[in-house]
Nanobody
Framework: QVQLVESGGGLVQAGGSLRLSCAAS??????????MGWFRQLPGKEREFVAV????????KYTDSVKGRFTISRDNAKNTMYLQMNALKPEDTAVYYC????????????????WGQGTQVTVSS
């Protein structure tokens, strides 16, 4: 069983940076045996894939709109995953959710059963 808590969201001007964190509390299956991902959602819209990282951190995948600007990483010793977001744009504004899943990659939100509570990211123009 795993529980996820996001932090690090906030208000930033376009071109700025934020770093999101996702802290995991796990029992049974180790954190390092979960692929971890970030998704985002706007009101009235479906949750969309942002980035995913494999169990050891050696494999990553990004949605096209964030490639070159966002970096996903994880520290298995701290049971924590991160999303470094640079060169932020107003269209990045959303609630960001972290997710855990035993299989990699996880790009479809419908396949995921473990979610954090979400953290709001607002990018002003």
């Amino acid at each position: 069983q795993v529980q996820l808590v996001e932090s690090g969201g906030g208000l930033v001007q376009a071109g700025g940076s934020l770093r999101l964190s996702c802290a995991a509390s796990v029992s049974g299956r180790a954190f390092s045996r979960y692929a971890m991902g970030w998704f985002r959602q706007l009101p009235g819209k479906e949750r969309e894939f942002v980035a995913v990282i494999g169990w050891s951190g050696g494999s990553t995948k990004y949605t096209d709109s964030v490639k070159g600007r966002f970096t996903i990483s994880r520290d298995n010793a701290k049971n924590t995953m991160y999303l470094q977001m640079n060169a932020l744009k107003p269209e990045d504004t959303a609630v960001y959710y972290c997710a855990a899943h035993p299989a990699y990659p996880i790009t479809d939100y419908r396949d995921i059963s473990v979610w954090g509570q979400g953290t709001q990211v607002t990018v002003s123009s």
